[in-house]
């Protein structure tokens, strides 16, 4: 069976610091892979996706950044921390088989940043 | 790009009463619509999906319809309980290879018992 790993789960950081939060997926092959962020009364907003190793696509213009150095790997990171990066991330997979897309998305844990 | 409104934001019932969350779409070429619940501190989770050559889903207690004409889609909790508390969230797919869900922002459901 699939299962995902996101960490680390809580995280607090001070301004300015760099960020790096990880996801692995297990049990399955060149998964489309996702990064979302929820912050109070805003929902899921979809910051990143990717289709394969090395290919990223950015949805919300900021100070993060996506990489997939692995199949089944998906890396957030910044640089430098803002208070605005305060929020639940939420690193999710999906199957496409190349002819039919499945759509369902699984979920992993989440990882609250909270940024001082 | 596609957009998902969600309605209500908040909503109370008591205990074995109904309970209907309604959400809208822009992008008249989505046909995925799953639903997902969302327990405090944890990642949200597929309680039920429907495809837009579907009209209605239904699943013991939870039923989905689907009217894409109008381009909305709702979900029904029958007989809530107190473990139905938790935040709900609406999504459409695009319909486009490698593309991801598009949510609505949530509703939080209480029930009281």
């Known amino acids: 069976s699939q299962t995902i790993h996101q960490w680390p789960a809580t995280l607090v950081q001070p301004v300015g610091s760099p960020l790096s939060l990880e996801c692995t997926v297990e049990?399955?092959?060149?998964?489309?892979l996702y990064w979302y962020r929820q912050a109070a009364g805003r929902g899921l907003q979809l910051l990143f996706y990717?289709?394969?190793?090395?290919?990223i696509s950015s949805e919300v213009p900021q100070n993060l950044s996506a990489s997939r150095p692995q199949d089944r790997q998906f890396i957030l990171s910044s640089k430098k921390l803002l208070l605005s990066d305060s929020g639940f991330y939420l690193c999710?997979?999906?199957?496409?088989?190349?002819?039919?897309?499945?759509?369902?998305?699984?979920f992993g844990e989440g990882s609250r940043l909270t940024v001082l | 790009g596609e957009n998902v409104e969600q309605h209500p934001s908040t909503l109370s019932v008591q205990e074995g009463d109904s309970a209907v969350i309604k959400c809208t779409y822009s992008?008249?070429?989505?046909?995925?619509f799953p639903w997902y619940k969302q327990e405090l501190g944890k990642g949200p989770q597929l309680i039920i999906d429907?495809?837009?050559?579907?009209g209605e889903k239904k699943d013991q207690r939870i039923a989905v319809t689907l009217n894409k004409t109008a381009k909305h889609f709702s979900l029904h909790i029958t007989e809530t309980q107190p473990e139905d508390s938790a935040v709900y969230f609406c999504?459409?797919?695009?319909?486009?290879?490698?593309?991801?869900?598009?949510f609505g922002k949530g509703t939080t459901l209480s029930v009281s018992s």
């Open positions: 999710a997979w999906s199957l496409y088989t190349g002819v039919k897309y499945t759509g369902e998305l699984f």
């Open positions: 049990g399955t092959s060149n998964p489309n």
């Open positions: 990717s289709v394969g190793i090395g290919q």
């Open positions: 992008d008249s070429a989505s046909n995925y």
């Open positions: 429907i495809r837009s050559n579907v």
């Open positions: 999504a459409a797919n695009p319909n486009q290879a490698g593309t991801a869900l598009i």
